[in-house]
């Protein structure tokens, strides 16, 4: 079944703890993104990458890491995570040409107190 | 500073009866717009887009309008069923540039049966 996947889908964290968000996809997709969702503010995208080795800051960069060094996996990586990083995170992916509709992941809920 | 805008946060719609979900965007070099249904608890799913040549594409009960002169488009369902009670997001892309998408915050839409 074609998917991406996300893991852990819930999390707790305290204030300073370097976490990881895993994100994976078995469709071949060049291009992959994460995105948070807030309350009142809708999808906001964070890091996205179009290749291996290829990336490329979002809207709201700051505080997130990424790494494309496969081409089925998309890491976001929080160093020192803050509440206000406290969200509901996406990871997406789709192919590089001729279709422009993104995949989502099922969402990764965090907690940062 | 909001470039793609839905001003609705939700809507009411009886049965079988029609669903307009509008959305605004500011920057004219967006040439590419989507429409996402998202349920509880799951990423968003595509619904249907559009790129910035046409005026019109219709997918079943799914039609989304461009009007690039008032920098608009409207997503129609009809006949609209209780299914379709979900939150509807819009997004835009200059894809022969950034590659960014930017999303707007989204319509709750209830269909009454």
């Known amino acids: 079944e074609a998917q991406v996947t996300q893991n852990p889908r819930y999390l707790i964290t305290v204030t300073g703890k370097k976490l990881t968000v895993t994100c994976s996809q078995n469709?071949?997709?060049?291009?992959m993104s994460w995105y948070r969702q807030d309350p009142g503010l809708g999808l906001r995208q964070i890091y996205y990458?179009?290749?291996?080795?290829?990336?490329d800051k979002g809207d709201v960069p700051e505080g997130y890491k990424v790494s494309r060094k496969e081409k089925r996996n998309f890491p976001l990586i929080l160093e020192s995570p803050s509440p206000n990083q406290t969200s509901l995170y996406f990871c997406?992916?789709?192919?590089?040409?001729?279709?422009?509709?993104?995949?989502f992941g099922p969402g990764t809920r965090l907690t940062v107190t | 500073d909001q470039q793609v805008k839905q001003n609705s946060p939700s809507l009411s719609v009886q049965e079988g009866r029609i669903s307009i979900l509008n959305c605004d965007y500011t920057n004219s070099m967006f040439d590419y717009f989507l429409w996402y249904k998202k349920y509880p608890a799951e990423g968003p799913t595509f619904l249907i887009s559009i790129s910035s040549i046409k005026d019109k594409n219709e997918d079943g009960r799914f039609t989304v309008f461009l009007n690039k002169s008032a920098k608009h488009l409207s997503l129609h369902i009809v006949p609209s069923q209780p299914g379709d009670s979900a939150v509807y997001f819009c997004?835009?892309?200059?894809?022969?540039?950034?590659?960014?998408?930017?999303f707007g915050t989204g319509t709750r839409l209830k269909v009454l049966a």
């Open positions: 997004a835009a892309s200059d894809l022969l540039g950034t590659y960014k998408y930017i």
């Open positions: 990458s179009m290749n291996v080795e290829v990336t």
């Open positions: 997406a992916s789709r192919t590089g040409q001729g279709a422009y509709e993104q995949y």
């Open positions: 469709m071949n997709h060049e291009y």
